[in-house]
């Protein structure tokens, strides 16, 4: 695992698919938990992980074409790709919210992927496993307090008193930099970085191994984008959280990721460290979409959602069309650097 860095801050129906035949005791039995994993075993693993969605045309789309992907105990890794590559579809396989048509995914050491029932619900309520949503103004329900707001997952659990969980999520909020003057508000009442603070705090009050994070930024003005990225950051190093941020915003990764890995058309096309990838990329796409955020290849230690002007929020070569399947770019056009994975190169 990287060794943590210290901040000062911190459309369509799913496709329905029957449960793996070889799903094992983890499908019949619900997860078995083991959390002191082997110092070789990532926290989660994905392979091969395949889903989709029936469109209204009635034809049936791919968005993730057998995707690995690894995170280790304590690590963030940044999901990075063009609008449309499959990063949201990838996130919400990992919690359960989309169901994936081929693949596993396993989490502390036990196979997730496929539970139904009473075991889905028993994972959702360890809250091991959180997500955290883009827009915190349609997540947050306008008519709940935040007090209920982040106390939700505890609720579900039943392990503490009203008084219980209303300190719990006072811990949660202060953690955040939010103070318990807040419990009592509605998300009207509170601006936009504030909504996606409550939104963090109610995805850390379970105290989870693993957040999804789904551009969690977004939304968020320049300076509240680099606030919001260096309390991950820190809620990390004082956690221990492993996160999977999902951005197509390079810059905003640049500080803040331990590794990256590029999704293009639904395939990982490249992975390693965050600075090796941003300063030497090998595949085309990831050349590509570098190439359109200039200052994250030239400073990728630039500062954590920095505003890199007009172009920061570029979408990629998606924009005119031209480059929009991965399999078509050709093989990687550079010899990848030390931990670099790139697609057609092996592993």
């Known amino acids: 695992m990287p060794a943590a860095r210290k901040h000062s801050d911190a459309a369509g129906e799913p496709i329905t698919a029957q449960l793996p ?7 019949s039995t619900g997860p078995s938990h083991d959390l002191s994993l ?10 091969g992980l395949r889903a989709g969605f029936h469109g209204p045309d009635g034809i049936t789309h791919t968005v993730l074409d057998g995707v690995d ?9 940044g999901l990075i790709g063009e609008t449309g590559s499959g990063k949201t579809t990838l996130g919400r396989a990992i919690v359960g919210l989309v169901r994936p ?20 619900r028993a994972l959702r309520r360890r809250g091991r496993i959180q997500f955290i949503f883009q827009d915190p103004l ?22 503490l008193d009203p008084a219980g969980r209303r300190q719990r999520a006072a811990e949660a909020l202060v953690a955040v930099g939010l103070g318990p003057e807040f419990l009592d508000r509605l998300p009207g009442e509170i601006s936009g970085g504030q909504r996606q603070r409550v939104a963090i705090a109610r995805g850390i009050v379970t105290h989870p191994r693993l957040l999804i994070c789904d551009e969690p930024v977004s939304a ?26 999902i951005s197509h915003d390079l810059a905003s990764m640049a500080d803040v990721a331990d590794r990256v890995a590029v999704l293009h058309n639904g395939r990982i096309v490249e992975e390693g460290p965050t600075a090796r990838v941003f300063a030497a990329p090998a595949h085309p796409y990831t050349q590509l979409l570098i190439a359109s955020s200039p200052r994250t290849a030239r400073d990728p230690g630039s500062g954590a959602g920095a505003d890199h002007g007009p172009g920061r929020d570029h979408d ?4 005119d069309g031209s480059e929009r399947d991965g399999r078509d770019l050709g093989p990687a056009t550079a010899r990848p650097g030390p931990g670099n994975n790139v697609a057609g190169q092996g592993r």
């Open 21 to 27: 035949a070889d799903a094992g005791p983890a499908a």
């Open 38 to 47: 082997a110092d070789d075993e990532p926290l989660l693993r994905v392979a």
């Open 69 to 77: 992907l690894t995170i280790s105990p304590g690590e963030i890794v």
């Open 101 to 120: 048509t081929a693949g596993t995914i396993r989490f502390e050491g036990a196979q997730i992927q496929g539970l139904r029932g009473r075991h889905r």
């Open 138 to 159: 349609r997540s947050l329900d306008p008519d709940q307090r935040v007090t209920d707001i982040v106390t939700e997952g505890l609720a579900i659990r039943r392990e």
């Open 220 to 245: 968020l003005d320049a300076a509240n984008r680099t606030h919001i990225l260096r309390l991950l950051a820190r809620l990390r190093d004082d956690q221990a959280i492993a996160m999977l941020i």
């Open 316 to 319: 990629g070569p998606e924009r």
